[in-house]
């Protein structure tokens, strides 16, 4: 009985670090992106935005090919949904590049703290 008590817990905690970690990168994406609407008419603006756009790039990109993986504990429908988001976000993401607006970012800020609420909440 310890042995299998001390395996969940090894488990768990891998599970909470993972979700934590991801929470917290999620949450640095999206203050990233809050910086650049908050300072928008500030210099060097365009390099800013691009690295912020960047990093969220990447971190959902990683989240992407994670949740296409068939052998994902995620239930199939929840790891449809965030891939749909995933993808809504590379729309997103190419859509601000091509035209800049600070409003544009609201969307991909919206959806990184949600999502980063929620693993925090799991």
């Known amino acids: 009985m310890y042995g299998a008590r001390a395996a969940y ?5 891998t ?16 203050r990233d992106l809050k910086a650049v609407q908050d ?3 500030d210099p060097g603006r365009l390099e800013r935005l ?3 756009l960047r990093i969220n790039q990447r971190v ?3 989240f992407q090919a994670e949740l296409a ?5 995620l239930p199939q429908k929840v790891r449809k949904d965030l891939l749909a988001l995933g993808a809504f976000i590379d729309k997103r993401i ?8 600070p409003e544009k970012l609201d969307a991909i800020i919206n959806i990184n703290l949600n999502i980063a609420a929620g693993l925090q909440g799991a």
């Open 9 to 13: 817990n090894t488990v768990r905690a």
């Open 15 to 30: 599970t909470n670090y993972g979700r934590d970690l991801e929470a917290a990168v999620l949450m640095r994406a999206a």
């Open 39 to 41: 300072h928008w008419n």
């Open 50 to 52: 691009e690295d912020a």
């Open 60 to 62: 959902w990109s990683i």
């Open 69 to 73: 993986d068939p052998a994902h504990p």
């Open 94 to 101: 190419l859509a601000v590049l091509a035209s800049p607006a």
